[in-house]
């Protein structure tokens, strides 16, 4: 069962074993560690199962992948307990007994030996592989793993514990994956953008990707915005596969997609609005002060979010009721009378208030219907945001989609875009 | 196609479908909501999948399921960009064309007219339909959901955006579960609680879980608390089970757990401690304010994320530099340079000043040290809390672990139990 194979591995599929992960109460961390992991190598995961602890449904998925798939990772099922069915599930996939290890066994005897702890005869079965399987060496447990070859594939079986799961991630795939596939460069680009749909983001970029044929483009409607993902469709199952050329390919796509996008592009390397906002404060040494009112906190708390915010930020404000807006902010109670507290004249009044009690350079001001219920006959989602600078004050109206907690979090991302867009645009004034 | 099967659902296979699920950087979240909402109707998922956006992939998939499961729900996969093929999918696996419905034409026609935007030819892709397939309504965004039947399997197939996946699965998922296995009783209980340890607490509930051989308990640390739940061991799958005594010995279990546990425990019902903070105000006809230096605006963000808030949430500060602490709340030059920044004698000047300068009856300061770098030799974590209310000013010394999104994270909803216990112990004085 020697495996003599050497090319280098493209994808893989994984299979995560346990009742919990099927009631939905546990997250699949194991998986995303795994995936993040494999990515590193250039290793695609094309399909995730997760099945429950019995034994006929964990030897079903290991057939299906064994047909599908060269690479198999399991995890989970390898405890001691009676729903740990995973190491009899590969030896009746590979048609072998299990067979005791008698070192193994010995190092268990001598784990609790060790600790003056009678060994629970329960943990017998950790000493128990398939027949022909190897044992990978567990650091932080007592399971090892375990590696064997069923019909051209390779298996790869690991306790669901996640601090031994990652001990043997690194002990048994990364070796194996860097004898395979080399050190790889990031296989990935990725460009975060504001204030676009992700219709409109792909209408924008689909003549770029009609006219390349090997590249992919994913895009993620998110919490944070429309994210791009760009890959080589023709990414290779063959052995011509050159990752430098592809990465240059990626860099180019991306490029000119963010030259497609212009300023709607807030990061290419991963950042978060906040933090890129962060930047450019710290870069044109400016500071900024927030007067808040359905957002309620949350602008304040996103620029706070980023390490070192003390140094750009200068204080904020959330005047909920109509009384703190008057009587801190120099608001007219003729004008709250008139236009409203969600109104432009209202915005704009918060932002240079902000503006001047802290002696902020930028005060945000904002205004809005968060829900559920509507206000002032004004419709859900009606926000008012203005920015006021030493020169001038901007006021801006948005319809914002969405319930409560959405309608506060994008008027929030919202604000901070317009900070970014007048950072980027005027260079600080 | 009708579907005349009027016999309970007892299981489920799940599909989830996106590249981004695959490469790790998304947790399904939308596996878990789903899972989640399925046990609630006594539904149990025997399967997930996840699929790349490929149709052959998701066709593969599909193939499998309809094989096995009566009862498959898929999502992802519904938008408007190239990258979104389950529809075509779908037809594929039933042998049928793509059809438009004019309704729903019309519809999304009148969607983009209302807002006065061009309507991308990529959005008529929405209005496709597996030929004989159902719509599901979709009340937040476009995609409707897909309803068809296909070799005796029902599919459910619902847009990835996890607020549409949320309306969906209420307004397509449960009403058929509803007519299918009727209202069960809720087959579990949970209590949610905060201010003590995961260990701490399994310590507390230890005897109690002994002596009832059929209890079962699982705990949950959670960012919002430890959240406990409880169910029975011996969950019957035949048809001997009684859901009315099982119910009475779940109450009567979180019944004890909740006496054994005291004011830690913030909810038997699912709520939020922002929300049971905000009951407790409305009933009490009590208002509070916040001054808040480390946690940025978090715990202002907390108390207005519930509807209604206005009633009771006067107004809040995110005083982050000394001169502004010094200037609007009246903490002496003195105290900031004797004491610093972080010292209990700051938390009570913003917890005076906030409850002052706003009329409110309680006022709540809180500052800290988020990290990552520590401030006046002070060490990260350190974080003082006071409460202010017509009789007095109680400050608390915490020192919270974590990162600086967990320790800003912790010190605001600390600071809302600290609220809580003051109201569920005095009344609202």
């Given at each position: 069962m020697k495996h003599t194979n050497k090319a280098p591995v493209h994808t893989a599929e994984i299979i995560t074993i346990g009742d919990e992960l099927l009631g939905g109460q546990t997250a699949d961390t194991n998986f995303i560690h795994l995936a993040k992991r494999l990515r590193d190598f250039g290793v695609r995961v094309v399909r995730h199962v997760t099945v429950g602890d019995g034994e006929d449904e964990i030897v079903t998925a290991l057939r299906e992948a064994v047909r599908r798939e060269k690479l198999i990772i399991v995890t989970g099922g390898l405890g001691v307990t009676p729903d740990d069915r995973t190491r009899a599930a590969l030896a009746r996939l590979a048609g072998v007994p299990l067979?005791?290890?008698?070192?193994?066994?010995?190092?268990?005897?001598?784990?609790?030996?060790?600790?003056?702890?009678?060994?629970?005869?329960?943990?017998?079965?950790?000493?128990?592989?398939?027949?022909?399987?190897?044992?990978?060496?567990?650091?932080?447990?007592?399971?090892?793993?375990?590696?064997?070859e069923v019909r051209g594939s390779l298996l790869f079986s690991f306790p669901g514990v996640p601090v031994e799961l990652h001990a043997l991630t690194e002990?048994?795939?990364?070796?194996?994956?860097?004898?395979?596939?080399?050190?790889?460069?990031?296989?990935?680009?990725?460009?975060r953008t504001w204030g676009?749909?992700?219709?409109?983001?792909?209408?924008?970029?689909?003549?770029?990707?009609?006219?390349?044929?090997?590249?992919?483009?994913?895009?993620?409607p998110e919490d944070r915005g429309v994210t791009i993902r760009f890959k080589s469709g023709g990414?290779?199952?063959?052995?011509?596969?050159?990752?430098?050329s592809f990465r240059e390919d990626l860099d180019r796509w991306s490029d000119s997609a963010a030259d497609l996008l212009g300023d709607a592009v807030y990061s290419t390397r991963r950042e978060e609005l906040e933090e890129v906002v962060g930047y450019l404060l710290v870069l044109y040494r400016k500071t900024v002060a927030v007067a808040e009112s359905c957002t309620g906190g949350k602008i304040a708390a996103y620029l706070t979010s980023v390490p070192g915010s003390s140094a750009y930020f200068r204080g904020g404000f959330v005047p909920y009721h109509a009384e703190t807006k008057i009587s801190s902010f120099g608001i007219s109670p003729e004008i709250i009378s008139e236009k409203g507290t969600v109104s432009e004249e209202v915005a704009r009044g918060l932002a240079e208030g902000a503006r001047e009690q802290t002696g902020a350079d930028f005060g945000i001001g904002l205004t809005g219907i968060a829900g559920p219920d509507s206000v002032e006959d004004k419709p859900v989602g009606l926000v008012y945001c203005a920015l006021a600078t030493s020169k001038e004050t901007a006021v801006f109206e948005w319809n914002?989609?969405?319930?409560?907690?959405?309608?506060?979090?994008?008027?929030?991302?919202?604000a901070l875009n317009l900070l970014r867009l007048h950072l980027i645009r005027g260079g600080g004034r």
């Open positions: 067979v005791p290890d008698h070192e193994l066994l010995r190092e268990i005897e001598v784990f609790f030996r060790d600790r003056k702890i009678r060994m629970p005869s329960l943990n017998i079965a950790q000493a128990l592989l398939p027949k022909g399987a190897r044992k990978i060496a567990n650091r932080v447990g007592l399971a090892p793993g375990i590696r064997m002990d048994g795939i990364v070796p194996f994956l860097k004898s395979r596939n080399g050190e790889l460069p990031s296989l990935e680009r990725e460009l676009r749909g992700e219709t409109r983001v792909a209408e924008i970029l689909k003549e770029l990707e009609e006219g390349e044929p090997r590249l992919s483009i994913s895009y993620l990414r290779p199952r063959t052995s011509r596969f050159d990752p430098e914002v989609i969405g319930n409560r907690a959405r309608i506060r979090d994008r008027a929030a991302r919202s």
